[in-house]
């Protein structure tokens, strides 16, 4: 492999941002260091030294190295992808293994890659059969490689999932404590857990890392999906020879999920590790969203196979812009911030009232918002007439008007309106008052009523038609 040099002088003068107010991009993952927060997570553009020095040229902060271990081999046509409203690859669907390359191969690389550039994040994504001795042996040879850590796939839902190893040892808290503990006892560098969102509950294998002695968690991994059926063959779509399967799927559509999965082991008092978050991310906005529900670096995958290693000087730019715009040094100020935000619903406040309003204006009288609130919510919309000159000539159109005095609020108008701006939710209650379902239950005689909710409805001016 041709010798390169880190080009790091480059990167460091554009994360400083403004001279008035330093941005500090840097991370420190459980001792494990980086220049930013962007890693490229476990998978196809981390396959090799080629791709990972080229994506650490671009600017990246780390990469987890594609998953290295048991013997595999691949098939053909292993991607299938969502596509919508002409946007390509909503979503990616997969049927890739691990690594088809030997771990020999694979270490020897990842030793080169580390020693040209020793102020990235290298680290390695393990998976090996369930016997201590496996895993003690391939810990140690990933050890000697120099990386800086260790990240265990506990998520893959697919190929391997089926010879008991990825989302098979994931979805067991017992097996996830227990790999955990034989790799925990026989590395010295910090040991990631990564997991699969393929449960009922992500908190269960969270807290088992953590028993397992797991340094950091890492989520969330592909989600179990059969991406489509060809409507004129009747095969499954990606097929291979006729046949196909269940595969691991991710992309922008997968985000809210991680969002959700990322923010309850952030909140959990029986892990407080730090996260390494995923899923969805493929700009500096969905990476912030991430780090603010307490994320302290940031995975991204499909992005790149989308467009590319270059997507990374985005992501830096827009983050630093916003961490200038907004007053924050660094990312320590931003982690978490959105956390105090989350509740269940029983806490939230009953008598927060906010009304769609539309700005007639901006209003192109396509009748989205009309349709949408009709058939599918709360028919609080009149089209009403409105005169509107059009080339000497006196035009009636088809004005949308919410009768606010119905509207509930449910905000679907909002959402399927095609003009930004044009639509508005507007809160209308004097925000004084407040009470939560919580609260109204230690009120109100039980077993509650529906005659009960409707007084306290009726006294609050809420009416349900």
């Not at 690389?109 to 003690?136: C, F, G, Q, Y």
């Not at 769609?356 to 204006?361: H, K, T, V, Y």
């Not at 709360?378 to 005169?387: A, F, G, R, S, T």
């Not at 909002?414 to 925000?431: A, E, H, T």
């Given at each position: 492999?041709?010798?390169?040099?880190?080009?790091?002088?480059?990167?460091?003068?554009?994360?400083?941002?403004?001279?008035?107010?330093?941005?500090?991009?840097?991370?420190?993952?459980?001792?494990?260091?980086?220049?930013?927060?962007?890693?490229?997570?476990?998978?196809?553009?981390?396959?090799?030294?080629?791709?990972?020095?080229?994506?650490?040229?671009?600017?990246?902060?780390?990469?987890?190295?594609?998953?290295?271990?048991?013997?595999?081999?691949?098939?053909?046509?292993?991607?299938?992808?969502?596509?919508?409203?002409?946007?390509?690859?909503?979503?990616?669907?997969?049927?890739?293994?691990?690594?088809?390359?030997?771990?020999?191969?694979?270490?020897?690389?990842?030793?080169?890659?580390?020693?040209?550039?020793?102020?990235?994040?290298?680290?390695?994504?393990?998976?090996?059969?369930?016997?201590?001795?496996?895993?003690?042996?391939?810990?140690?040879?990933?050890?000697?490689?120099?990386?800086?850590?260790?990240?265990?796939?506990?998520?893959?839902?697919?190929?391997?999932?089926?010879?008991?190893?990825?989302?098979?040892?994931?979805?067991?808290?017992?097996?996830?404590?227990?790999?955990?503990?034989?790799?925990?006892?026989?590395?010295?560098?910090?040991?990631?857990?990564?997991?699969?969102?393929?449960?009922?509950?992500?908190?269960?294998?969270?807290?088992?890392?953590?028993?397992?002695?797991?340094?950091?968690?890492?989520?969330?991994?592909?989600i179990n999906t059969i991406m489509g059926v060809d409507l004129d063959t009747l095969e499954l779509k990606p097929s291979i020879d006729g046949k196909g399967g269940h595969g691991g799927y991710a992309g922008p559509a997968v985000k809210p999920i991680a969002l959700n999965m990322v923010s309850q082991l952030a909140v959990d008092s029986e892990i407080g590790l730090p996260i390494s978050a995923m899923g969805g991310v493929s700009t500096w906005r969905d990476a912030l969203e991430f780090i603010l529900l307490g994320a302290t670096s940031i995975q991204v995958c499909t992005a790149v196979m989308h467009y590319g290693f270059r997507i990374i000087d985005d992501m830096m730019e827009g983050m630093t812009n916003w961490m200038e715009e907004k007053g924050y040094s660094n990312l320590n100020e931003v982690r978490g911030k959105s956390l105090k935000c989350i509740t269940d619903f029983g806490s939230l406040n009953l008598l927060y009232k906010a009304?769609?309003?539309?700005?007639?204006?901006?209003?192109?009288?396509?009748?989205?918002?009309?349709?949408?609130?009709?058939?599918?919510?709360?028919?609080?919309?009149?089209?009403?007439?409105?005169?509107?000159?059009?080339?000497?000539?006196?035009?009636?159109?088809?004005?949308?008007?919410?009768?606010?005095?119905?509207?509930?609020?449910?905000?679907?108008?909002?959402?399927?309106?095609?003009?930004?701006?044009?639509?508005?939710?507007?809160?209308?209650?004097?925000?004084?008052?407040?009470?939560?379902?919580?609260?109204?239950?230690?009120?109100?005689?039980?077993?509650?009523?529906?005659?009960?909710?409707?007084?306290?409805?009726?006294?609050?001016?809420?009416?349900?038609?």
């Open positions: 492999m041709m010798e390169s040099r880190p080009r790091t002088g480059s990167i460091i003068s554009f994360l400083v941002g403004r001279e008035d107010l330093m941005v500090d991009l840097s991370i420190d993952f459980a001792g494990i260091r980086s220049p930013n927060p962007f890693w490229l997570a476990s998978a196809p553009p981390t396959n090799s030294s080629y791709q990972v020095c080229k994506a650490f040229e671009h600017g990246w902060g780390g990469a987890v190295w594609k998953t290295i271990g048991e013997p595999v081999m691949n098939v053909v046509n292993r991607y299938g992808a969502v596509d919508y409203n002409g946007q390509k690859i909503l979503g990616i669907n997969n049927i890739e293994l691990i690594s088809d390359r030997s771990v020999d191969v694979n270490l020897k690389e990842i030793a080169e890659t580390k020693r040209l550039w020793p102020d990235r994040a290298v680290i390695v994504s393990l998976m090996v059969e369930s016997k201590r001795e496996t895993w003690h042996d391939i810990v140690q040879r990933t050890i000697d490689t120099g990386c800086d850590a260790i990240e265990l796939n506990y998520g893959c839902p697919h190929g391997m999932s089926e010879r008991g190893m990825g989302a098979a040892v994931g979805q067991v808290p017992e097996y996830c404590t227990m790999i955990t503990e034989w790799v925990t006892e026989a590395s010295t560098i910090p040991v990631l857990v990564k997991l699969t969102p393929n449960v009922a509950d992500i908190r269960y294998p969270g807290r088992a890392a953590k028993k397992g002695g797991a340094d950091g968690i890492s989520l969330i991994n592909t009304v769609a309003r539309i700005d007639e204006s901006k209003c192109i009288q396509c009748n989205l918002c009309t349709i949408a609130c009709d058939d599918g919510a709360h028919q609080c919309i009149d089209v009403l007439p409105k005169p509107k000159e059009v080339n000497g000539s006196v035009l009636n159109l088809n004005q949308p008007q919410v009768r606010e005095e119905d509207c509930v609020g449910c905000r679907l108008c909002f959402l399927v309106c095609p003009v930004d701006g044009c639509i508005s939710m507007v809160r209308v209650d004097n925000g004084k008052e407040t009470i939560s379902w919580n609260e109204l239950m230690r009120q109100l005689p039980q077993p509650v009523t529906w005659e009960a909710l409707r007084q306290f409805q009726h006294k609050h001016g809420i009416e349900i038609h």
